[in-house]
């Protein structure tokens, strides 16, 4: 190779090399804006919506069928709201690795009970019953702030995609290290080409049926986060999605009665790792 030719070669090889560089860093300086952006946009709409959500059970109905009906509506999408919102502030922590664990003491049955009452409104409009099945009566060491989004995000799933006057199936079950649980609708599964999608934040079908946006991504990181893992299969018109997740077995210093008490708070005493 001529010396000429050799050094047009090297000349577009740094070339080449300073333009990946430089997207590189456009790349990872787009990454910091987005987690900036999902930061700032859950901090802003958190604090009014914790405003809106406590002011919604001191509202006095009148006698009056199109105020009831009103505050229905208004109930249901402020709780939807809600839930987007928890998605956003989630989806921000993960992004900022300031997803810290603490393990408490918590009763799984109210702790789903809780998960189920909170898109009571959902499943009334769509008539949709959920039947609990679960092993588990005495307290069990987890993560109840992640168990708890892992929750309302299948849940919501259900409700979403299930069909009207049907059941939701909410299965639990394991031993002393591990719990699985799976919930089951029925419905169509996801339309997508490859089953990690459904797991991808923001990913479209290609018929565009199904809007696939960040809460099954959301659960696929938390349960990642607790040495567990998600899964779903669609079989004779039913869609379960299963999760299983490693429980604590170094002991709890604290109890939490209800979701209220630990979501998205630090705690005092409790086990950190």
Known sequence: MKESEKKVYEDEISFLSKKILELNKKLIESEKAKSRFLSL??????????VLMGLIPHLELQKCDKNEELLFLVSKELMNLDYKVMNLVAAAQIENGKMDISYFSVNLPTLIEEAIGFFKYMSIEKDIHFVLDC???????IEPQFLDIILKNLIANSCQ????HSEVNIC???????????ITNKGKGPKIEFKPEVFTRFSVSPENEHGLGIGLSIVKEL??????????????????FEVTICLNDKGVMAHACSSNEFLFDSFEGAIEL
């Open 41 to 50: 946009v859950a901090y802003e709409l958190n604090n009014p919506m914790t």
């Open 135 to 141: 092993d588990f009566e005495d307290d069990i060491a």
């Open 161 to 164: 995609y299930g069909e009207q």
């Open 172 to 182: 639990c079950s394991g031993d002393d290290t591990h719990l699985k649980i799976s």
């Open 223 to 240: 349960c990642t986060l607790l040495d567990g893992d998600v899964d779903y299969n669609v079989a004779d018109g039913f869609v379960t």
